[in-house]
């Protein structure tokens, strides 16, 4: 299957008391390139998600987005300093002797005090976080690859028709440069008829300006390497594995043909065709960069 390099895919599900969400999005790049947002708790899970990325994503710039949310208080611990508190706690008492006002104090108003509670997190098995994490983020490259491969195959569809044409430009090419030197010669000695009139005409000279005619505008070499490349590209796009860096190639082989086909003939008809020609390489070009 063919895959574009733009998408986009989000799974989210309920592991271990935590709300865990993986959301992707890509976009095009020359190689694969990874960038994350996800929560500092969770920073030594990032190269274990970029592996698992690049195991299904050969190409793109690829932006992955992590949230774990606890939905249980059981991932936060609250600690009081107790030795702080009685030293506030005699604090207070001091001062309500010493300005002969009432001693008022709570547990509630203690706990305001800087540092008397603090919270910390509870110890996280890492391993059995990598392996929820790890379950949901697969279930989201999944929708993100299904994604790449919807899109993928509208621009495989697009590539494929605009191939046939470029085939049948060629086929066109073929036909109006056969017997090209043959209609040269024989306009060539037309035209002497006319210069030398009863004159006789140098055979052997008409022969050798219809050779050179022939070596400077011959296009065989250029259409039968242009039906080669067209049989790779195909080849190429029906093989399954990520195609945009070969077809980039191919691409610029077939546009270098087009041009040379282009300088060679001067026939005006061949170069509308090869005009319209260039036009469908260009349109492939341009989708082929978005292909993985």
């Known amino acids: 299957m063919i895959y574009s390099m733009t998408g986009y895919g989000r799974a989210s599900a309920v592991r271990g008391g935590r709300e865990i969400t993986v959301e992707l999005r890509s976009v095009n790049a020359r190689y694969f390139e990874y960038t994350s947002r996800i929560p500092r708790s969770c920073a030594f899970l990032d190269s274990r998600l970029k592996a698992l990325l690049n195991s299904r994503i050969a190409r793109g710039k690829v932006e992955v987005s992590l949230t774990v949310q606890d939905l249980e208080a059981a991932g936060t611990e609250v600690a009081v300093d107790m030795d702080l508190a009685r030293g506030y706690q005699q604090a207070l008492r001091d001062m309500s002797e010493a300005l002969g006002v009432k001693n008022d104090v709570t547990a509630g108003l203690l706990a305001r005090f800087p540092d008397v509670l603090t919270t910390r997190q509870a110890e996280v098995d890492e391993e059995q976080l990598w392996a929820d994490v790890s379950d949901v983020a697969a279930q989201a490259v999944q929708n993100f690859?299904?994604?790449?491969?919807?899109?993928?195959?509208?621009?495989?569809?697009?590539?494929?028709?605009?191939?046939?044409?470029?085939?049948?430009?060629?086929?066109?090419?073929?036909?109006?440069?056969?017997?090209?030197?043959?209609?040269?010669?024989?306009?060539?000695?037309?035209?002497?008829?006319?210069?030398?009139?009863?004159?006789?005409?140098?055979?052997?000279?008409?022969?050798?300006?219809?050779?050179?005619?022939?070596?400077?505008?011959?296009?065989?070499?250029?259409t039968v390497r242009l039906r080669s490349h067209i049989a790779q590209y195909r080849e190429i796009l029906g093989s399954g594995q990520p195609v945009g860096?070969?077809?980039?190639?191919?691409?610029?082989?077939l546009n270098r043909e087009a041009n040379t086909?282009?300088?060679?003939?001067?026939?005006?008809?061949?170069?509308?065709?090869?005009?319209?020609?260039?036009?469908?390489i260009e349109k492939i070009r341009e989708q082929i960069q978005n292909l993985e």
């Open 145 to 222: 690859v299904e994604m790449r491969g919807i899109e993928g195959e509208k621009m495989l569809e697009d590539i494929t028709g605009r191939l046939d044409t470029v085939e049948s430009c060629v086929g066109r090419i073929e036909e109006l440069t056969a017997g090209r030197v043959e209609k040269y010669t024989q306009r060539l000695y037309e035209r002497l008829k006319v210069i030398l009139e009863d004159r006789a005409i140098d055979d052997a000279r008409v022969l050798t300006e219809a050779a050179i005619f022939g070596d400077k505008t011959a296009v065989d070499e250029e």
């Open 245 to 253: 860096r070969k077809l980039d190639f191919l691409t610029q082989e």
């Open 261 to 280: 086909i282009g300088s060679k003939c001067q026939d005006l008809d061949i170069t509308r065709i090869v005009v319209d020609m260039k036009a469908e």
